[in-house]
């Protein structure tokens, strides 16, 4: 199978290849041994990728620490299950799906993956596969941002970092359809695009208005650094800032903080998917390109805005 790899940390996007590879053993997940048990292999039909994967550690090591170059980077998947692994539950073969894949193993950004079945969802028929990888790391990062560590309730205000960005559009929409206020931040180029997701009001990170906001029941942080530092402030007594950009160096006055990462869950998933079916979310999508244009995809000559998204099988 053709499939992108990653061997050198220090070379970035720059650093990846197209190359031949086997493709999965399925007569290995059919067996009752090894670290098949609950996999499933997909036919990948799009894959997404995260701008910032190949500075996590899971990408070069696996869990106890020895190298497995080269990768398959990619956690992102929408494509169809060709085989099912021993103990598989709750999916079919010739099964539409979406969601993500392990950190530590291969990757979607190949014409097959193996994915565990716990993590993926059925996509409906009438959600493109573009939509499916799309929204998954996006739309499981701002739902468990906002609702399972934000606790976001309707009559709140969120402070949203990124509005225009792949996580922060998401999580707009999904903060406004909740009943909160919204206050979108980012470029000032961004600013009529987060508005246009839903967000009430915005504040370009570019001048110095980012004070002015006080009072904020919750922040959700996707940039980290000196904006978070400056973000703790503005947080209301006994409020929260959530962050995916590393530990908080702070947290807000009698409130919390935290930082998570992004778990697959198929029942969120599930929500996901019913709302881009009916328009109450879409994402961010700057660029769609083949597989075999990948890796100058990932290394364009000028910004792209938006996510960048592989159609692995036309």
């Known amino acids: 199978m053709k499939a992108i790899v990653v ?17 999965p053993d399925t007569a290995r997940l059919a067996s009752l041994e090894g670290a098949s048990y609950g996999d499933v292999v997909v036919q990948v039909h799009v894959s997404g990728f995260t701008g910032n994967e190949l500075e996590w550690p899971s990408t070069w090591v696996d869990r106890l620490g020895r190298d ?13 299950v060709t085989a099912l692994g021993y103990g598989t539950t709750g999916l079919s073969v010739g099964q539409r799906v979406f969601g993500l894949t392990d950190w530590t193993r291969d ?6 993956t193996v994915v565990e079945a716990r993590n993926l969802a059925p996509l409906p028929g009438d959600v493109d596969f573009t939509m499916g990888a799309g929204v998954a790391m996006a739309g499981l990062t701002a739902w468990q941002g906002l609702f399972d560590h934000g606790h ?19 999580a707009t929409q999904l903060a406004r359809e909740a009943g909160a206020h919204v206050i979108g931040t980012g470029r000032a180029t961004g ?6 997701f839903g967000a009430h009001e915005f504040v370009d990170l570019g001048n110095d208005a980012l004070e002015e906001v006080g009072g904020v029941d919750l ?7 000196d904006i978070q530092k400056r973000s703790v402030g503005l947080v209301r007594a006994g409020g929260t800032l959530v962050t995916v950009a590393g530990p908080a160096e702070a947290r807000p006055a009698e409130g919390i903080a935290v930082d ?14 019913q709302r881009v079916r009916d328009g109450r979310v879409r994402t961010n999508i700057g660029q769609v390109a083949d597989l075999d244009d990948a890796v100058a995809a990932f290394n364009p000559t000028e910004r792209v805005k938006g996510k960048t998204i592989i159609r692995v099988r036309p």
């Open 219 to 225: 922040v959700f942080d996707v940039i980290g650094g």
């Open 107 to 112: 990757g979607t950004l190949a014409e097959y």
């Open 152 to 170: 976001l309730r309707a009559g709140q205000s969120v402070l949203v970092h990124g509005a225009a960005g792949a996580v922060g559009s998401v």
């Open 191 to 196: 600013r009529q695009a987060a508005l246009d």
């Open 260 to 273: 998570f990462v992004v778990v697959s869950d198929r029942a969120q998933l599930g929500e996901l998917a």
């Open 68 to 80: 497995r170059t080269p990768s398959i980077p990619g956690h992102e998947v929408a494509g169809v």
């Open 7 to 23: 061997t050198d940390q220090a070379a970035g996007t720059a650093g990846m290849t197209l190359v031949d590879r086997p493709g």
